[in-house]
């Protein structure tokens, strides 16, 4: 594994998803609940958007924070390691997701 490009694809990811947390904050705003403006229908789909908006929210921060600690592991030399057991990470399941901290066996 080259840690130098684990590390570009890591803070490439960590971008994309500062970028899209920027955007996503409008989306997860209070819904407005006037009767006036808008009918019953309209504001249940506008709650409905907002709480997929949150969730989707939640998981980006999520998979930053996952990011984030990644990069602190392969800063400190212990990328590619199980946090759980110190076990090695296949390769394979390390390139399809750089940032997870387990094994396979203890991703259950």
Not at 31 to 44: E, K
């Amino acid at each position: 594994m080259d840690d130098t490009k684990i590390k570009i694809a890591l803070e490439a990811k960590r971008d994309e998803l500062d970028a899209l947390l920027d955007e996503a904050a409008a989306d997860s705003a209070p819904v407005q609940l006037d009767q006036t403006q808008q009918g019953r229908l309209s504001r249940m789909d506008a709650m409905q958007h907002q709480a997929m908006a949150a969730e989707t929210l939640r998981r980006r921060q999520r998979e930053r924070s996952l990011i984030e600690a990644a990069l602190q592991r392969l800063a400190a030399g212990e990328y590619g390691y199980c946090v759980t057991c110190g076990e090695a990470i296949g390769e394979a399941r390390l390139a399809l997701d750089p940032a997870t901290p387990f094994c396979i066996l203890h991703a259950r």
